[in-house]
């Protein structure tokens, strides 16, 4: 239906000559999905890719926001089982109470971690975070240590994470 319109669009703008100006301004969901399908991207294993295939078929973007938060989530195998503990697809919103359940392991957690400060800049465990009182009675909040990147790259996913900066910020290496 979408791409019926899209031609419908088109082939309109371009009777009237418009096409040329306003084509760039058309949303391409599939261009950085596209784009990584041309370079080779490394997974994990076989599962990964699969789930990460399945769950950007569900997301609204594929921008680089979207393809990192989909490719950590689907990369760990304990993050696997509890995406929708993590990211709400149906209203496009990372959840910051299941980085604290029951199912986090510490290499899970680092990965949850770096999932939401590429999502959003994140450098917080809960939401709203921790505040403190600074010396000028202002209100201050408390970066979580556990962000810190001698922390979240101490694993053996490093590689993978990497993997997953390089979407975030389009980098092609």
């Known amino acids: 239906m979408e791409r019926i319109f899209y031609i419908s669009l ?21 261009r950085l999905f596209q784009e990584r399908q041309e370079r080779k991207m490394i997974f994990q294993d076989k599962e990964h890719e699969e789930l990460f295939n399945k769950l950007c078929k569900k997301m609204p973007y594929l921008d680089g926001y979207h393809l990192s938060l989909a490719y950590l989530l689907t990369m760990d195998s304990v993050l ?31 990965t949850t971690r770096l999932a939401f400060n590429l999502w959003n800049g994140s450098v917080y465990d809960s939401d709203p975070p921790e505040t403190y009182i600074d010396k000028s009675g202002e209100k201050e909040y408390v970066p979580s240590k556990y962000y810190a990147p001698d922390t979240i790259f101490n694993c053996t996913y490093a590689p993978y994470y990497f993997e997953a900066i390089k979407m975030r910020f389009e980098i092609s290496i």
Do not use: M
């Open 10 to 30: 088109g082939a309109s703008l371009c009777i009237t000559g418009i096409w040329g100006i306003i084509r760039e301004f058309i949303p391409e969901k599939y």
């Open 80 to 110: 696997r089982h509890h995406i929708g503990a993590l990211y709400d697809v149906k209203k496009d919103v990372i959840i910051f109470e299941g980085l604290n359940k029951p199912f986090q392991t510490s290499t899970s957690s680092k």
